[in-house]
């Protein structure tokens, strides 16, 4: 798949070291425009007020983990179609049930390789190209 | 709880004025000892009641804290110290992970290095660039085979860096266990006598419906093991 290299993407962690391989792994795939954010409190106002074209977020976080924020983009009129890809430790069958029927748009379980984060990334952009 | 002795020396009077009534005949001096005796009698029960009540009490808190404490000592203490272990593997693996990546990237740079010295010396005594061409385009295409694979190294010492994440989780979930212990410890030293203020304990609320990492040996009921899973899990519900 081509690389869209103009794409905004939000990654939302609370740890810095995860945000800042993501972010490296995202340059090295060609996307330079890479915001952080270290919980769903913060991201969210983001999500709001800028213009991004995906999400990344991790579950497990303070303040507002990543399932809320997922549901609460969902129920956004602006942000309901925005790709979400869940990119956690949560490992519970359960919970990634749960995270599908709240709308995600990909899954990634920790810890994870560069290729499965290009091939989900590319897959969720390829699904929003024909949305 | 009062000695016969005690019962002797608070119920006689009343019995001595009862029956010092009844022997002048007095029916009123009667009734106001026999009222006076039966007062007596009510205060000592109801306050043997209470007493009774208060050690029921602090018997059952005690039993409630004491069940917290057994769980914690047979099943989250064991369990805290397997993820704390859990933690120090992954920060092994991890330091062990990138030391080896910068030693295999260490001997590309020295090579690198030795052929550009090798090649200045060669300048210096041929005094002409073109007869040494072929040895310059040998080593641009070797430094261009050993960059590549150092930035390949290079982004898997980044991607080594990941067990931060994880091990920090695992720690915020031991760290939550221990403010537990605290505070039934606490509890404990409060109910067994005052020890000195009990201790203020933060557990922190939230994370609600996240359990973190999958843990070795600790049993979250059904998880799934690696991305495959995951996918399959996904793409049977239509994704």
Known sequence: ?131 | MTTPAQEFDQYAPWVTAMARALDDGDGDGFRTALAAFDQSRNAEVTQQVRRIAIDLHEALERFRIESKLIDLAQHQVPDARQRLAHVLRLTDDAAHRTMDLVERCCPLADQLAEQAERLILAYDAEGSAPALKPQLLAFLKQAGTSMAAVRSNLAEVLLAQGYQDLSGQIIRSVMTLVAELEEALGELARIAGPVGAAAGCCAEAGMARAHGPVVPGINLGHTVSDQQDVDALLSGLGM
């Open chain 1, 1 to 131: 798949m081509r690389v869209q290299p103009n794409l905004n993407f939000l990654v939302v962690d609370d740890f810095s070291t995860m945000r800042r391989i993501i972010k490296n792994l995202l340059h090295d795939l060609g996307y330079a425009n890479v915001t952080e954010a270290d919980d769903g409190k913060t991201a969210l106002p983001l999500l709001k007020d800028g213009n991004f074209d995906v999400l990344i977020t991790d579950w497990n976080m303070p303040g507002m983990p990543g399932l809320e924020l997922l549901k609460q983009v969902r129920a956004d009129a602006r942000l309901a179609k925005l790709p979400v890809l869940m990119l956690t430790a949560e490992a519970k069958r359960e919970q990634i049930v749960e995270a599908a029927q709240a709308g995600v748009s990909g899954y990634v379980i920790k810890p994870f390789t560069a290729a499965t984060l290009k091939e989900k990334i590319d897959k969720i952009l390829a699904a929003r190209a024909v949305a």
